[in-house]
């Protein structure tokens, strides 16, 4: 069990971790495909996502808005159509509306009694800062892929976020929902990790693409970690 007194800040990632991104993904995906006369399940929808993703971000870098686009053409692609501009552009566009778990904005509050908190998130600063308002917390520090200039899991984000932390990584806990981005890099610069494991139409993996690594501490809510971190608050 992790010593958690040991720990000055913990990180997270955000999408996916405290925002429930399965549903907004689902949400703008599904009548993108279903127009164009195509169906998949909703598992094999955040499989496709995951998998057109993390092919994207190990490219030369470019805007998550981007990013974004690129996957709902990468959809076309596997499916056969192609996308309309506004199609491409819905996903961008509902971002800002995904909205927290239900134990996210409680959880973080408790937290933030005892950690400094910051978040590391493949995102660009102006659609972190439309979410921003309903995770209720004012982060310490908010470190985005639009900053360094690449995407997790390639360590130049995390290497920029202990620049800007400044906190020792054997005092640093990072907590996030995929393995492959978040957990993987942080255990290999010497970071214990928490997989936020959460309950998904994509089991074990959810959107992302599917990864094996150890975490130091296994939770299936941000509320269970919270139990964890502080059990008398």
Known sequence: MLN?????????????????????????????????????????????????????????????????????????????????????QSLPDSLPSWKPYSDTVAALHRLKRRFKLGIISNIDDDLFAATAPQLEVAFDYVITAGQARAYKPSLEIFELAEREIGIARNQWLHAAQSVYHDVIPAKSLGMSSVWVNRPSRNPGVGAVRPASQKPDLQVSSLRELADIAIPDA
């Open 4 to 88: 958690f007194s040991s720990f000055r800040i913990i990180t997270f990632d955000c999408y996916g971790t405290l925002i429930d991104w399965e549903t907004g993904i689902l949400a703008s995906i599904r009548p993108i495909i279903s127009a164009h006369g195509a169906h998949l399940s909703d598992q094999e929808i955040l499989r496709l996502y995951g998998e057109i993703e993390a092919e994207e971000e190990s490219g030369i870098y470019h805007p998550y808005k981007d990013l974004l686009r690129a996957v709902v053409l990468g959809f076309g692609t596997r499916m056969g159509f192609r996308p309309s501009d506004q199609e491409q």
